[in-house]
């Protein structure tokens, strides 16, 4: 069983939808989360850490089930530029960073 | 956030040859720094952690000895593909820590290096 898993989509969404991503990580030990950006051909870039209480910035909302082991992602009133792969990641701490294989978005004019 | 910056960030080679790819961290001096590899449509997979001034730690089914790592400075890395072969081209990625963000775990990314062997 894979460390992280996620729906590799794609996710063809309109302009001002509101789309949500779902990932599942299979350790309990699991200690911090996050979702990385992803553009082709470039390098992952951070979006968000995802904490217990859950966390907000601005369009983007990030939300932790530790019970149910799984992490989302919102996006509010999706924009052009949004379109990427989205990468769950979850540490198990120290070093130790799983990604998922992504999330492919394409926001549609 | 803190940069980190690879060199260079395209490369074509023969095989048989190798290939050294740079890892700065510019902004912050980083004391374990990390090399991913990610294949078409697949997940980053990391290769190997960087320590600076000892032995890097490989991941399972990575050979060290042809990918040598060398950290000998607190703001660089090097991963050096020897006697590449087609099946290593692939999109080679380092990362690094920012020891001012300490107990979050978050990675900052290089740009990437794009290897081709033909």
């Known amino acids: 069983r894979k460390e992280v898993e996620q729906d590799p989509g794609p996710f063809n969404v309109p302009e001002g939808a509101t789309v949500a991503f779902n990932c599942t990580y299979s350790?309990?030990?699991?200690?911090?989360f996050f979702w990385y950006r992803q553009d082709c051909r470039k390098e992952p870039k951070l979006l968000m850490s995802?904490?217990?209480s859950g966390n907000e910035d601005g369009r983007f909302t990030a939300q932790l089930n530790r019970a149910s082991q799984y992490i989302s992602l919102l996006i509010r009133d999706s924009k052009l530029s949004d379109s990427a792969t989205y990468l769950c990641v979850v540490n198990l701490g120290a070093n130790n960073l799983f990604f998922g294989t992504g999330t492919r978005l394409t926001v549609i004019p | 956030g803190a940069v980190v910056s690879q060199h260079p960030s395209w490369v074509i080679c023969k095989s048989g040859t190798s290939v050294k790819i740079e890892c700065r961290s510019l902004d912050f001096q980083a004391t374990t720094m990390f090399w991913y590899r990610q294949f078409p449509k697949q997940s980053l997979m990391l290769m190997a952690t960087?320590?600076?001034?000892?032995?890097?730690?490989?991941e399972q089914g990575v050979e060290k000895d042809k990918f040598l790592i060398n950290h000998a400075s607190l703001t660089l890395s090097t991963l050096t593909v020897t006697s590449a072969h087609p099946e290593d081209s692939s999109f080679y990625i380092c990362?690094?820590?920012?020891?001012?963000?300490?107990?979050?775990?978050?990675?900052?990314f290089g740009p990437g290096t794009r290897l081709t062997v033909t």
């Open positions: 350790n309990s030990a699991s200690q911090s």
């Open positions: 995802v904490y217990s």
């Open positions: 990362s690094a820590r920012d020891p001012g963000t300490s107990g979050t775990y978050e990675q900052y």
């Open positions: 960087s320590n600076e001034g000892s032995k890097a730690t490989y």
